[in-house]
């Protein structure tokens, strides 16, 4: 009796045999459950070329984000809209790239990051001055992008590439 209560166990440990049934099925179907989630999802062809542009298109906004910028005075709040608009495309734009499931989490944290650190920075110049509601601005972009990446409109740039030589 004791030796195979030490089998068992040893089973179980190392799965060697079908020990518990319900438990090993169960994960199989969470496997099974996660492998199709990336299923249909492809790899870009030109996916080194499409990150060089994310790369450019985040020096540009630091560089923008940190110059001297007169704003015109036509829309109320236009600046803000411009931050949403500008981090939301940021975000869905690396969220395109990067297609797996923790990017849907890590990219629009680390999109965030970047318009905390830029308005920090700003607050350094003299010509600039940080503001919690342009990083609230950003926030709600990025959780935006990250809410439209659960739609085809993730799918854009593969589109793109069935069109490219």
């Known amino acids: 009796m004791r030796l195979s209560k030490r089998f068992a166990r040893l089973c179980l440990i ?14 199989l179907l969470k496997q099974q459950r996660f492998i199709h989630l990336f299923a249909n999802m492809q790899t870009l062809r030109y996916h080194r070329f499409w990150l060089l542009i994310g790369l450019l298109l985040v020096i540009g906004t630091f560089i ?21 608009a500008g981090y939301g495309m940021l975000t869905l ?3 395109q790239i990067v297609r797996n499931q923790s990017a849907l989490v890590l990219i629009p944290l680390a999109m965030v990051t970047l318009g ?10 003299n010509y ?4 919690r509601t342009d990083a ?3 926030t709600l972009g990025c959780i935006g992008a990250a ?10 740039l593969l589109k793109l590439e069935r069109y490219l030589p």
């Open 147 to 156: 809410l439209l990446a659960l739609t085809p409109l993730r799918d854009t």
């Open 136 to 138: 609230l601005a950003n």
């Open 14 to 27: 190392f799965d060697f045999a079908n020990v518990h049934d319900e438990r090993r099925g169960n994960q």
């Open 128 to 131: 600039r001055y940080p503001d």
């Open 93 to 95: 734009w690396f969220l």
């Open 64 to 84: 923008t984000s940190l110059m001297p910028l007169q704003m015109g005075h036509g829309v109320p709040h236009q600046d803000k809209l411009l931050h949403m």
């Open 116 to 125: 905390i650190t830029i308005e920090v920075l700003q607050g350094f110049t």
